[in-house]
């Protein structure tokens, strides 16, 4: 019975992780990670090597890369300077608090905008094409961290099962 309840909260742990993409202030991985540690502490450990800790550990920091890079080439690849690529990571952070529920998209596009009109001093115009390349770099960046979650999850399920 109680090996049920772990996996039962195992499974809702990975479960979990997907909806938390969107908040980035509330890595997935964490979860993850806890889904991992929880399967450790009800059974074993002893599965998870070095080497399983160290791809664990490379997904974890491609989690962090994601949300820049990707942020970094969609401003780029609109005409957007490092000014956009920053406005759009603060107003990724602060947006949600800012702006309930419309903050975690509206957030990244207005700081876009408004760090390419006022400290780039570019158009109107050109600060908004900035904007909307921060969205898709917002968009790519979230299903770059489910599919990285999804590895994570992935690789857990293929030590258990295999050793």
Same mark, same amino acid.
Request: proline share 4%.
């Given at each position: ?15 979990? %992780? ?15 990670? &806890?889904?991992?540690?929880? *399967? ?6 002893? /599965?998870? &090597? ?8 490379? +997904? ?11 942020? !970094? *080439?969609?401003?780029?690849? /609109?005409?957007? %300077? $490092? $000014?956009?690529? *920053? ?7 602060? &947006?949600?608090?800012?702006?309930? +529920?419309?903050? !975690? ?24 094409? %900035? ?6 770099? !917002? ?23 295999? /050793?």
């Amino acid at each position: 019975m109680i090996g049920f309840i772990c996996w039962v909260l195992i499974i809702t742990l990975f479960i979990l %992780s997907f909806p938390a993409l969107k908040y980035p202030f509330i890595p997935g991985f964490l979860l993850v990670i &806890g889904g991992i540690a929880t *399967y450790g502490f009800c059974f074993t450990f002893d /599965h998870f &090597g070095i080497f399983f800790w160290t791809v664990q550990l490379f +997904f974890i920091l491609c989690t962090f890369l994601t949300d820049y890079l990707s942020s !970094l *080439y969609a401003v780029r690849m /609109h005409g957007g %300077s $490092n $000014n956009a690529v *920053y406005g759009s990571l603060v107003g990724l952070v602060f &947006g949600p608090f800012l702006i309930p +529920f419309a903050g !975690l998209v509206a957030g990244p596009f207005i700081g876009a905008v408004l760090a390419e009109w006022l400290i780039s001093r570019k158009t109107l115009r050109m600060a908004i094409r %900035s904007g909307l390349g921060a969205l898709i770099g !917002l968009a790519g960046s979230t299903f770059l961290k489910a599919f990285i979650q999804l590895s994570m999850i992935l690789t857990f399920a293929a030590w258990v099962i295999w /050793h």
